[in-house]
């Protein structure tokens, strides 16, 4: 089922900044909507950042607007988050997806989302 290939996790302190990359396997996903999920220990899985399959619109969850920015390259085929001012809180598995329905407002749940990658790692010091 994994479609999707995350990378750019690792170890950073706070403050610092990293970002991560997102290509799909196997097939396009340039005219989905695509998103960032995260999944820290004991924690339900909760919303990122999305963009639309055109990257002209983006939603960010309250936790990291003004510091994270989400982006894309349709003719890479990736998506890239840009995490900025990282804070501890930040640590958890980072999870791209995809929405195979364009959705106009976007989506913050993961039910909407029908692609998924393996997540990658990111762990953030005091």
């Known amino acids: 089922q994994v479609q999707l290939v995350e990378s750019g996790g690792g170890l950073v302190q706070a403050g610092d900044s990293l970002r991560l990359s997102c290509a799909p396997s196997?097939?396009?996903?340039?005219?989905?909507?695509m998103a960032w999920f995260r999944q820290a220990p004991g924690k339900e899985r909760e919303f990122v950042a999305a963009i639309s399959w055109s990257g002209s619109s983006t939603l960010y969850a309250d936790s990291v607007k003004d510091r994270f920015t989400i982006s894309r390259v349709n003719a890479r085929n990736t998506v890239y988050l840009e995490m900025n001012s990282l804070k501890p809180d930040d640590t958890a598995v980072y999870y791209c997806?995809?929405?195979?329905?364009?959705?106009?407002?976007?989506?913050?749940?993961?039910?909407?989302?029908?692609?998924w990658g393996q997540g990658t790692q990111v762990t953030v010091s005091s």
């Open positions: 196997g097939r396009t996903f340039n005219t989905y909507d």
């Open positions: 997806a995809a929405d195979r329905q364009r959705r106009i407002l976007g989506s913050r749940s993961s039910v909407d989302y029908d692609y």
